[in-house]
């Protein structure tokens, strides 16, 4: 099967959306990233306002990553991957859910090694979480984290098949929190993850692989984006920006082009907004699919 190649294409529109708003947050009857369904009284929101986006060249479609991968062009694998991010606030629509995080595996292997943030709404009320999780695993949730904090995470190898997770949260207040978790892989799990590395910006789904309501996160800017101690677009990498697109050809979250020196670039969370994807050829991202477990 091939994938669906964007070229680089500047992208203006107007936005137009509806979105229905649950009577309670379990109400939840479809996962549509871009027209969240739900039972309970239904409210139509308008706005307008015009928006560009600039895809990079080689941009890929995927149905809930945006972001980053990378796969070696060599023999070598991945030991190594840090980020940061700062966590973004988001809009309220009731249920909805976006993720930052970094990776190890997940584009060709099934095994995928992870760290970063979760913000999803419980009533009006954004609640951040960090996490990391080890697939098939569940999440394991880590901290509550305060909008605006700054995010700095590492994942890499340590001595006698131990790997870490390495954290450092900055608060808005200041207040600095650090924490290193340790996790054992067998040789072949290593391998799998050392395939590629990611730092994504997710449409997350549930454990039945069903998308839940987006949240509008609007831009989160990634910095000290590096593999193997290198930048993205270091030497033995094979890069692939990413945008989230819907089944109708709906761009929901886009990627920047890096930055000169290869180490930062941003998302832009388009949502519900209703995008229309003027795109060239048939070329699909087949990366596997990160569930959040709730």
């Known amino acids: 099967m091939r994938a669906k190649l964007i070229s680089m294409i500047l992208l203006t529109f107007a936005v137009t959306f509806t979105v229905s708003i649950p009577t309670s947050a379990n109400s939840v009857k479809a996962y549509i990233a871009h027209n969240a369904v ?24 995927s149905s809930n990553w945006a972001g980053y991968a990378v796969t070696r062009t060599d023999s070598h694998f991945y030991t190594n991957v840090g980020g940061s991010w700062t966590v973004p606030s988001a809009s309220v629509i009731s249920s909805s859910l976006g993720s930052q ?3 190890l595996g997940g584009v060709s292997s099934g095994d995928l090694l992870q760290m970063g943030t979760i913000e999803q709404f419980q009533g009006k009320r ?13 999440a394991q949730d880590i901290m509550t984290v305060p909008t605006g904090s700054r995010i700095n995470a590492k994942i890499y190898q340590g001595h006698n098949n131990t790997w870490s997770l390495q954290f450092q949260v900055i608060e808005p207040n ?35 692989g069903n998308l839940y309501p987006l949240a509008n996160t609007d831009v989160v ?9 290198e930048a993205i677009d270091g030497k033995g990498n094979k890069v692939d920006p990413l945008a989230v697109v819907n089944s109708q050809n709906r761009i929901l979250i886009a990627p920047s082009a890096l930055s000169s020196k290869g180490t930062a670039f941003s998302t832009t969370n388009i949502g519900n907004r209703y995008v229309s994807l003027r795109a060239h050829g048939i070329h699909h991202f087949r990366g596997g699919r990160h569930c959040f477990r709730r």
């Open 38 to 61: 739900y039972e309970g009284h239904a409210r139509k929101i308008v706005a307008a306002k015009a928006f560009q986006i600039k895809l990079p060249v080689g941009t890929e479609e």
């Open 174 to 208: 200041g207040k600095r929190v650090m924490k290193n978790i340790s996790t054992k892989l067998n040789s072949a799990y290593a391998q799998g993850i050392g395939t590629s590395a990611e730092w994504i910006s997710e449409d997350p789904s549930d454990g039945n």
């Open 221 to 229: 800017r990634y910095t000290n984006t590096t593999a193997n101690n």
């Open 101 to 103: 995080w970094i990776g």
């Open 126 to 138: 954004e609640i951040t979480t960090l996490f990391w999780e080890q697939l098939p695993a569940n």
